[in-house]
């Protein structure tokens, strides 16, 4: 339970994240020129910052699978075949599997949540990229298919 607690606080404070991709998605769309110049290296550092804090998701959120897992195969091996188990602590019980789901799911969650991220970043370098080589060709039929504004 304690790595999935820091694996969901973990997706609690990248859905913030997630939700200004969109918001910023629509800034950059509406005035390209401000946040895309040639003087900057990289104007999109929340991206940079989705992938940072949904890599540590990822990294909580293994360590919780490990763990379940564990927990359920010591728990599966101490168990002595065909004898009554005295001690309750010995068995496994239906939330320890459920906790391994919970784990797996936040795992997954982090998963699609980073890829998303990195895919993002990869695609807003290329436009950038593609952004600055047209607008220094200085070829205007072909900056105003991208802005139509």
């Known amino acids: 339970m304690f790595w999935a607690h ?3 606080i ?8 997630a939700f200004y991709y969109t918001r910023a998605a629509k800034k950059i769309a509406s005035t390209p ?5 040639p003087e900057r290296k ?7 910052l989705g992938i940072i ?3 540590l998701g990822l990294l909580l959120s293994l360590a919780g ?3 379940s897992i564990s927990l359920l195969i010591a728990k599966t091996v101490s168990q002595p075949p065909g004898i009554a188990i005295t001690d309750p602590t010995r068995i496994i019980r239906a939330l320890d599997v459920f906790i391994l789901l919970v784990n797996f799911n936040l795992l997954m969650a982090h998963f699609i949540g980073t890829s998303i991220s990195v ?9 950038r ?8 060709s200085g070829s205007k039929s072909e900056l105003s298919e991208i802005n139509p504004h």
């Open 129 to 136: 990229f593609e952004y600055l080589k047209i607008t220094s």
């Open 53 to 55: 804090a949904g890599s």
């Open 6 to 8: 820091y694996a969901f």
């Open 33 to 37: 020129n401000t946040y895309i110049n």
């Open 119 to 127: 895919w993002l970043a990869i695609k807003a370098s290329e436009s």
């Open 10 to 17: 973990m997706i609690l404070l990248t859905l913030p994240i």
């Open 65 to 67: 699978v490990g763990a």
């Open 42 to 48: 990289m104007s999109f550092w929340i991206l940079g």
